[in-house]
Structures are given as C-alpha cells and as structure tokens.
Nanobody
Framework: QGQLVESGGGLVQAGTSLTLSCAIP????????LGWFRQAPGKEREFVAA????????SYADSAEGRFTISRDNAKTTLYLQMSSLKAEDTAVYYC??????????????????WGQGTQVTVSS
C-alpha cells in the first residue's frame, strides 16, 4: 500500500477559509471510506469528518458541522476538507486516513488502517 499524503495546511487568520487535500493511492482510494482527524498540542487525536467510498454519506464532528465540508474526487483519487470560518481552536495537525469498510463513515480512529503524516493548520486570532 502506498502512502497517504496531506497538503494545504498553513497559517491563516481566524474567520478565513482553507482547503486541505490528501493524495491517496488508487488501490486504497477506490473502495475505501476516508476520514479526516486532527490532533492539537497536548490533546488526543479527534475525529473531524468522514465520507463513504461512493461519497453518498458523510459525517462530521459537532465542531466541524456547518463549517467544514469533506469531499472526494474519484478521478484524481484525492480527498478534500474545505474549512471555513476558522477559529483558533481549529489549530492542529490534520490527518487523512482510509477505512477498508467503504460503507462506513466512522468517527472511530481504530476503524482506519492507513494514515498520512499530517499537515499543520494554525489559526491566529
């Protein structure tokens, strides 16, 4: 299995938007569900959003609902996380991950087998 590679992180001001991308190997992308997680300094990794293999079902953490949008481009084998109205508390390292159960938009990190190295998002207030 190849590696998942996140990109798009950076330093932004509160209230602005940012889109993260995750390049995923074809053999992992095609039938797997995908998710975004994040880990802030001194805190445990937490669920952000997930999407099924078809893109037909998504799920979000309460903190992301209404502000973040998860999507996937099957042609580009890329996962996205569009983040808007960013807050200082969104500051974290963001990880993408793949779940062999393509029908499950799970919030449980133990359901995800493959992980990227993470991309830092810093929101200044």
């Amino acid at each position: 299995q190849g590696q998942l590679v996140e990109s798009g992180g950076g330093l932004v001001q509160a209230g602005t938007s940012l889109t993260l991308s995750c390049a995923i190997p074809q053999d992992t992308f095609s039938s797997y569900s995908l998710g975004w997680f994040r880990q802030a300094p001194g805190k445990e990794r937490e669920f952000v959003a997930a999407i099924t293999w078809s893109g037909g079902r998504t799920s979000y953490a309460d903190s992301a609902e209404g502000r973040f949008t998860i999507s996937r481009d099957n042609a580009k084998t890329t996962l996205y996380l569009q983040m808007s109205s960013l807050k200082a508390e969104d500051t974290a390292v963001y990880y993408c991950a793949s779940n062999q159960n393509g029908y499950q938009s799970s919030s449980d990190s133990t359901d995800y087998k493959y992980w990227g190295q993470g991309t830092q998002v810093t929101v200044s207030s």
